[in-house]
């Protein structure tokens, strides 16, 4: 647990665009709010390894995400139950079910594409926000935080030592 922490404030404090940790929540946010064996999660973790997103982000923020997509299950089949079920999009979809990839992307499950929508949804409002938040606490609240009296204190413990990678 502590090493956790020390990895993320060192990804935090480090000279990693806030871009790519952005990036990383919000890529997170899909594989965490929708059900993990999923076509469309294979591409997330492709885009996350292709690209220059902070894997250690990613991979703390999922497991946070999936538990949010726990908690709002209901909420994503009802949302997946309207898509599925309304008049304009039943064709598209029994053409698309009909398809080797529409098979395999699960859609058909109201709870997938409900979920995904709301992961998309949230990644897309989530990429600008997170972003705004680390670069307000590389600003403001780093220097805040590294005045405090407790961190002094902790600068002399193994938490300090594993922040500095040592």
Do not use: C
Request: zero cysteines; a positive charge; glycine letters at 6%.
């Amino acid at each position: 647990m502590l090493t956790i922490l020390a990895k993320l404030l060192k990804v935090l404090n480090s000279e990693q665009s806030p871009g790519q940790i952005a990036a990383a929540i919000s890529l997170s946010a899909i594989v965490g709010l929708t059900p993990l064996m999923s076509l469309h999660n294979l591409l997330i973790v492709f885009l996350v390894l292709f690209f220059r997103v902070n894997l250690t982000i990613f991979l703390v923020a999922w497991p946070l995400f999936t538990i949010l997509g726990m908690a709002i299950s209901p909420l994503s089949e009802s949302v997946g139950e309207s898509i599925l079920h309304a008049p304009a999009l039943l064709t598209t979809w029994e053409s698309f079910y009909n398809t080797v990839i529409g098979r395999w992307s699960n859609f058909y499950y109201s709870g997938v594409i409900g979920s995904l929508v709301i992961a998309i949804v949230v990644a897309i409002l989530g990429y600008p926000l997170s972003r705004i938040l680390v670069v307000k606490y590389r600003d403001t609240w780093m220097k805040k935080l590294e005045k405090l009296r407790i961190v002094k204190l902790l600068s002399a413990t193994k938490i300090w030592q594993l922040y500095q990678g040592q």
